[in-house]
């Protein structure tokens, strides 16, 4: 079963504004929550990443907020610009050998100038 | 900076060929892994490995096997390629570590139609 949850699956949002992108997971094991940013033709690029022991981080124009009690964690993209219209995608792994990755199954966004 | 190799960007290939995908790091990353990515359907793992001759089945391992002799270098094969593995194929690499969890990095993919 998909062991991470992510909403909505598209989203269009007019330059300027914030995108926001919602994930939950089931495990409470999971101990790293990545997300991933892929533009057509390429491969998913870590963008930015979390641990459970904050309930948020900041790089730039982009926020995760994490809520560990409701097992939610959401990135924000404020001042969305046309160039962030991309697929993203949130992530959740645990601390383990492999290092297996689980996925959500992605948010295409379109930021309309 | 890690640089994640795949061989072919895209590939056509005909139903019931044996099809190789090489992926190649060149970090020294000690996991690999192979993603197919559908539409609606996200990354879905299909093996991974975290050591040379070491390999796991991910969710997704039927009609797939994977080789991976090398450190640097891990294979997905498909035995006998059908139009339901017309997919986007991403190989990923990351370090193991007892202390704390890293991301992956991904390659470009390899666009697989099986025709």
């Known amino acids: 079963q998909q062991q991470v949850k992510q909403s909505p699956q598209s989203l269009i949002v007019q330059k300027g504004g914030i995108s926001i992108i919602n994930c939950a997971y089931e495990?409470?094991?999971?101990?790293?929550f990545p997300w991933y940013q892929q533009f057509p033709g390429k491969g998913p690029a870590l963008l930015i990443a979390i641990r459970p022991d904050v309930s948020e981080k900041k790089e730039g124009r982009f926020t995760i907020s994490f809520n560990k009690s409701a097992k939610q964690f959401s990135l924000h993209i404020m001042d969305s610009q046309p160039g962030d219209s991309a697929t993203y995608f949130c992530a959740a792994t645990m601390r383990n050998t492999g290092n297996q990755f689980y996925f959500g199954t992605g948010t295409s966004l379109t930021v309309i100038p | 900076d890690v640089k994640v190799t795949q061989s072919s960007r895209y590939l056509v290939k005909r139903t019931g060929e044996k099809v190789f995908l090489e992926c190649v790091q060149d970090?020294?990353?000690?996991?690999m892994f192979w993603y197919r990515q559908d539409p609606g359907l996200g990354l879905r793992l299909i093996y991974f490995s975290y050591d040379v001759k070491m390999k796991e089945k991910g969710d997704i391992p039927e009609g797939y096997s994977v080789s991976r002799e090398k450190k640097e270098r891990f294979s997905l094969i498909l035995e006998s390629a059908s139009t339901n593995q017309t997919s986007m194929y991403l190989c990923?690499?990351?370090?193991?570590?007892?202390?704390?969890?890293?991301?992956?990095?991904f390659g470009s993919g390899t666009r697989l139609t099986v025709v």
């Open positions: 970090m020294d990353h000690e996991n």
């Open positions: 990923a690499s990351s370090i193991q570590s007892d202390r704390e969890t890293r991301g992956y990095t």
């Open positions: 495990n409470t094991a999971f101990d790293y």
